[in-house]
């Protein structure tokens, strides 16, 4: 007996992805401490073996939300309905989506159907998940067929649009739509049959016709398997339906000198190496495969990569294949149905996308290696690491997000996973290059993002790989390229060759061209007096370059920027600080701008008296000693003098000697003059004043000065020390 495996068997791209996001779940809560409860809602996929494989990891299984408080719950392959959906988020419970994007898009053009006032049929099982999920994006309100029998008992309606499960069969879907035409007067139809699905029906029917016996391998309640097994039954084959290898039975295989084996999407593949394993113990003879996926998908990985770049498709050319594939279709596939004239068909089926073909498309997915992209096709397309951007190591998620909507060139249809290979880079390139073209020769300018720096300069991202080199990154010198990455710079066009896909731009010609202008307009329209916005850009010892627009800077001497004295420009203002400043004067010829801070702030003179009265004590600091006295800053732009003869009531030889510049001090204020903006303050007035000494009492005169006269017995300082300041003289 010779075994023969489909091409076609075992998991598809949904149940794969399904399975491992649980599995990396649930591995992420073995390594936690805090135990997180791990639930799907429904078995993930519909296979007893892989479901009990999951419960062994900690991953349980429930059928309703109301089921679980609290914990991880991931929503099974089949998705849910938005109804149960929001009653998950409603119990604040961790929710990962795990639905397949294939029904996801099927959910989408539900809701789209129901939005646009058509009576939705959907072609499916009534108690399938994934079919329950459809019906609630219509709110429940569509209708269920099974097969073309149906069609006749559904209500009259004028417009109906048609979806599929996924699982369902080509062939009954489209059974369904004919029957539908005529019966309407405006018919939608969406196929949203999974590529994976029809792939694995069509190598069934084709194997089931050339073996004696096919053996399905499925769990019993997974619908697709059961279709392949009916698929392999119209076939007039005989066909078994097993979930394990165990249930094979030798006698089954007598006589049979062909078997044909395939597998449903939900079946792992170590259950179909059991099975094959299982049968080659019925024979000698080895076991054959009907191809070697693993090389397929060598061979078209080789092929995307070869794809070379071809020249964009213009809309013309795109209407008129689409045109041609519409005829051809339309003619094949409802030749023997009434006339086209006699119903209005929106879409019989989604076209497949033809390959060089620049489209939009909406991102629906993003991982680390890969984004999934809704094309309007029965399946998302798929964009690989390598042919999203020419910037390297990036991550998918730096460069799109879920929901963006982006142009895409079609490189390869029906990959081995059932998608549509696409480029973004090649999509932008191609648009790029004429925008570009069409730049350069207008003299004209672009906004773009700065994504990284490279020796020498920065690159930019605007389609294609842009270089600005650092030379013409500013008016002035870089020394810090870091700071532009993240920024969008308005560019100008310096060097374009497509040839060598090379564009070089240039923010410096931009910035030049945007200062003359601004200089220009500054000198023409701009009066003394005037109060204008500015950045401080730079600072020097006697003031600070203030940007009033575009480059045109004026000088904020350090004497205008307070009315209290500056000792440097740093004490008032820092550099990229905004702030308004005062026109004070034009120097058209020299090209010199006169600037003022202080004029644009209050003059801390006015009401001056109405603060500080004679008799008040306040606390000021020193920040001038002279020989006469020391100036005391009460507030900003206040000062006042405390005079010599202020600073104590006792003999003040030099000022240093009671006070020292920054001493902060108490003061009494002694006279305000807002005239002549002078406060007089004393120190002496706030110190108690010395007493007087009491005068020398006289003494009398002994007995033998009696008789001698008061003048007679005085000695003034001359008589006693007259000689010696006359040597001093001397």
């Known amino acids: 007996m010779e075994i023969v495996l489909a091409d076609a068997a075992g998991f598809c791209f949904g149940v794969k992805r399904a399975l491992d996001i649980t599995k990396k779940i649930a591995s992420q809560a073995a390594e936690d401490t805090d135990g997180t409860p791990i639930h799907t809602l429904g078995p993930l996929i519909h296979n007893p073996q892989v479901v009990k494989e999951l419960a062994s990891q900690g991953v349980r ?18 998705g849910v309905s938005p109804k149960v959906m929001e009653e998950l988020q409603g119990r604040g419970l961790e929710i990962v989506d795990a639905t397949c994007p294939f029904v996801q898009r099927a959910m989408r053009w539900a809701k789209q159907l129901k939005d646009e006032g058509y009576q939705v049929v959907i072609v499916g099982d009534k108690s399938h998940p994934e079919v329950q999920a459809l019906l609630g994006c219509t709110d429940e309100e569509a209708h269920i067929v099974s097969s073309p029998q149906d069609i006749d008992e559904l209500p009259a309606a004028k417009r109906i649009g048609v979806i599929a499960q996924t699982t369902q069969s ?54 697709n398997t059961k279709r392949l097994a009916e698929v392999c039954q119209e076939q007039g084959t005989r066909t078994i339906h097993v979930e394990t290898p165990d249930e094979l039975k030798q006698e089954w295989f007598k006589g049979v000198q062909k078997a044909g084996v395939t597998a449903g999407a939900s079946t792992p593949h170590w259950l179909i190496e059991g099975v ?17 996926e693993q090389e397929v998908q060598d061979v078209q990985q080789e092929e995307v990569e070869e794809v070379a770049p071809e020249e964009p498709i213009t809309e013309e050319t795109q209407e008129e294949i689409g045109a041609q594939e519409s005829s051809t279709d339309t003619e094949e596939e409802i030749s023997e149905e009434p006339k086209l004239s006699e119903v209005q068909i929106s879409e019989y089926d989604v076209k497949l996308p033809t390959p060089g073909a620049v489209m939009k498309g909406r991102v629906v997915q993003v991982s680390q290696d890969e984004v999934l992209v809704d094309i309007d096709y029965k399946s998302e397309g798929r964009i690989p690491l390598n042919e999203l951007s020419f910037l390297q190591n990036v991550q998918p998620s ?51 993002k700065v994504v990284q720096t490279v020796k020498g300069g920065l690159l930019v991202n605007v389609g294609v790989r842009g270089f600005i080199p650092a030379s013409h990154v500013s008016r002035g010198f870089e020394d810090n390229l870091e700071k532009y990455v993240g920024q969008t710079l308005e560019l100008k066009i310096i060097e374009l060759d497509r040839s060598k896909n090379n564009v070089v731009f240039s923010h410096k010609e931009v910035l030049e061209e945007r200062y003359q202008k601004a200089k220009e307009e500054a000198f023409d329209t701009l009066e003394e007096g005037d109060i204008v916005p500015g950045i401080v850009r730079r600072l020097t010892d006697f003031g600070a370059f ?19 004295r500056v000792e440097h420009p740093s004490d008032v203002v820092s550099e990229e600080e905004e702030i308004k400043v005062m026109i004070l004067g034009l120097d058209k010829e020299r090209e010199r701008i006169s600037l003022g801070l202080k004029q644009t702030l209050p003059d801390p003179w006015l009401n001056i008296d109405e603060r500080y009265s004679e008799g008040d004590r306040v606390t000021g600091v020193v920040t001038r000693v002279v020989d006469f006295g020391a100036f005391v800053k009460l507030e900003d732009g206040v000062e006042g003098l405390v005079h010599i003869s202020e600073l104590s009531h006792k003999h003040v030889a030099k000022t240093e000697d009671v006070v020292q510049s920054g001493d902060e001090i108490e003061v009494k204020v002694i006279s305000v003059d807002p005239e002549a903006r002078r406060i007089g303050l004393s120190i002496k007035e706030l110190e108690p004043k010395p007493q007087p000494k009491p005068a020398p009492r006289e003494k009398q005169a002994s007995p033998a000065q009696e008789g001698t006269s008061t003048d007679e017995l005085t000695t003034n300082l001359g008589d006693v020390f007259g000689d010696l300041f006359k040597k001093t003289q001397e």
């Open 61 to 78: 299984v429930i059928e309703r939300p109301e089921e679980v408080d609290s914990g991880v719950v991931i929503v099974r392959s089949h």
């Open 170 to 223: 080509t062939s009954n879907y489209r059974a369904c739509v004919s029957a539908l035409i005529g019966k309407v007067e405006e018919l939608k139809a969406f196929d949203t049959i999974c590529i994976a699905t029809e792939q694995r029906q069509t190598s069934a029917m084709e194997l089931a016709a050339q073996v004696d016996v096919m053996v399905v391998i499925g769990g019993r309640n997974s619908a």
């Open 276 to 292: 094959l394993t299982r049968m080659s113990e019925f024979t000698e003879d080895k076991v054959t495969q009907a191809t070697e």
């Open 398 to 448: 730096e460069l799109v997000s879920e929901g963006d909507e982006i142009a895409v060139k079609v490189l390869k249809v029906d990959d081995a996973e059932g998608t549509v290979i696409l480029s973004k880079k090649r999509a932008d390139a191609d648009q790029s290059w004429a925008k570009l073209e069409e730049l350069k020769e207008s003299n004209g300018t672009l906004d773009a």
């Open 546 to 564: 203030v940007d009033i627009g575009d480059g045109v800077e004026g000088l904020l001497h350090v004497s205008e920027m307070a009315y209290s």
